[in-house]
């Protein structure tokens, strides 16, 4: 059970395209995703807390208007990057929490490897 | 701000031997705080976690203590194997699930046969 998944797993665009990306709770469903960006040898950066029926919650430094975040169902949260440049090619990782339980973990996708040209 | 720092950066380890990574957090509300393992290209995995009304916690050769008062945790792979070879993160989060998870910078841990 918990099971998570992304898609596409990777995805290479050219500058300035947009590029959507998935993230599905595939067993549970899940009023809270989170959105996490990895750089290569680097950690796991929180991006933005994605609530379904919400705005997204962005940290501080991540561009609300280039990383739109949509949570329209209790099993589906997307990221779109707007206007890719190659400074947003990245390993994008997404999690989710369970509905309705005193949850503590969270499950992870797969990850989607963005490259832009 | 919210902040893990995670040491040492790289462990290289002989088979068999023990290894220890250690975190530092500074929000003194965080009560959850997950170990992850992560291989090249793949997701990070929960190996073992711990809550803040607890002092340590074993998993077979995994364990991991807290100690709240110096917002310090830590965690420890005894009889190390090849296969332990990976990057292990430490985080941190308040109140479960819900809230948001700090990660550390990672520990790139080698273990040689």
């Known amino acids: 059970g918990a099971v998570v998944s992304q898609h596409p797993s990777w995805v290479i665009c050219k500058s300035g395209t947009s590029v959507k990306i998935e993230c599905r709770s595939l067993d549970f469903q899940a009023t809270t995703m989170f959105w996490y960006r990895q750089f290569p040898k680097q950690s796991l950066m929180l991006m933005a807390t994605s609530n379904e029926g919400s705005k997204a919650t962005y940290e501080q430094g991540v561009e609300k208007d280039k990383f739109l975040i949509n949570h329209a169902s209790l099993t589906l949260s997307t990221l779109t990057v707007t206007s890719a440049h190659p400074e947003d090619s990245s390993f994008y990782i997404c999690?989710?929490?369970?509905?309705?339980?005193?949850?503590?973990?969270?499950?992870f996708g797969p990850g989607t490897r963005l490259t832009v040209t | 701000g919210e902040n893990v720092e995670q040491h040492p950066s790289t462990l290289s380890v002989q088979e068999g031997d023990s290894a220890v990574i250690k975190c530092t957090y500074s929000d003194s509300a965080s009560n959850y705080f997950p170990w992850y393992k992560q291989e090249l290209g793949k997701r990070p995995q929960l190996i073992i976690d711990?809550?803040?009304?607890?002092g340590e916690k074993k998993d077979q050769r995994i364990a991991v203590t807290l100690n709240k008062t110096a917002k310090h945790f830590s965690l420890h792979i005894t009889e190390t194997q090849p296969e332990d070879s990976a990057v292990y993160f430490c985080a941190a989060s308040r109140s479960g699930g819900y809230n948001k998870l700090i990660f550390g910078a990672g520990t790139r841990l080698a273990v040689h046969p």
């Open positions: 999690s989710a929490v369970p509905l309705g339980l005193a949850e503590y973990e969270q499950y």
């Open positions: 711990i809550r803040s009304n607890v």
